[in-house]
Structure formats: C-alpha cells, structure tokens
C-alpha cells in the first residue's frame, strides 16, 4: 500500500514541479515574493519525484533503503526542525538570510515528522515481517 502512496506522490510531484514548490513557498513563507529559489531547486524537486516513482516500481532493496532514509529525513523534522530548515534554506535559496518562516512552520514539520518516521517504520517492519514468514 505504501508503494502505491509514493509511486502517486512521486507522479504528482514529478509532473508538477513548480506548482509544488509554489504551493510549498505560500505555505511556509512569509514573503515568498521576496525570495529567489536557486536555479536548479525546482528541477531538483522534479527528479525527487521521480526517484519516488522509481523507487515505488522496482521495490526490493531499492524500496528498503528509501524506507530507512524517509525514516532519517523523518527523525531529523522531528527532533530538530530548527537545523532542517536552516539547511534547507541554504541549500535551495538565494539570500537566505531574507528568508521569513510563517509561524506554526516548526509545528507542521514535526508533524510530517512523526508521519514519515511511522510510515518508514511501518512500511519496515511490514517488510520485515513479510520476510520471516517466507
């Protein structure tokens, strides 16, 4: 099942880049006008949807370590949302220092959070289980 909700995701977020990003920088930025996003952020964002798809396909391993790493980017948003976002912003903007965070912002990410290190252990431990009663 969780193949199938990243295989969807990666769809969505592969055809449509800009409008992601778009809606992304309304919802988390208070002058989203004001910022510049680096020139590949956006082609960047394209080809993370594509490795969800690909990932979602081919399964097996490939679907595993994504599981681990999801389970990483989660505990990460989660535990020190603050140092993500500081990355984040250095790393995808231009100016970063001209960068104002809407309010509630660390709140929503440790909820995605706790969502993707639950699906990451889930969809984990499903796998595992899956294994032992091979």
Do not use: H
Not at 44 to 70: D, N, P, Q
Not at 95 to 105: A, D, H, M, V, Y
Not at 117 to 127: D, F, G, P, T, Y
């Amino acid at each position: 099942m969780y193949r199938t909700i990243i295989g969807l995701i990666g769809v969505i977020i592969a055809l449509f880049p800009a409008k992601i990003r778009y809606l992304y920088e309304q919802f988390a930025l208070k002058n989203p006008d004001e910022v510049n996003a680096k020139s590949w952020f956006t082609p960047a964002i394209r080809a993370e949807g594509i490795v969800f798809l690909l990932v979602s396909i081919i399964g097996g391993k490939a679907y595993t370590a994504s599981m681990y790493v999801l389970g990483i980017a989660g505990a990460v948003a989660l535990f020190i949302p603050k140092q993500a976002l500081k990355l984040s912003e250095n790393y995808a903007y231009e100016r970063p220092e001209t960068i104002e965070w809407n309010e509630g912002l660390v709140t929503v990410i440790r909820c995605f959070g706790l969502g993707y290190l639950l699906i990451a252990l889930s969809a984990l431990s499903n796998r595992n289980r899956d294994t032992d009663s091979s």
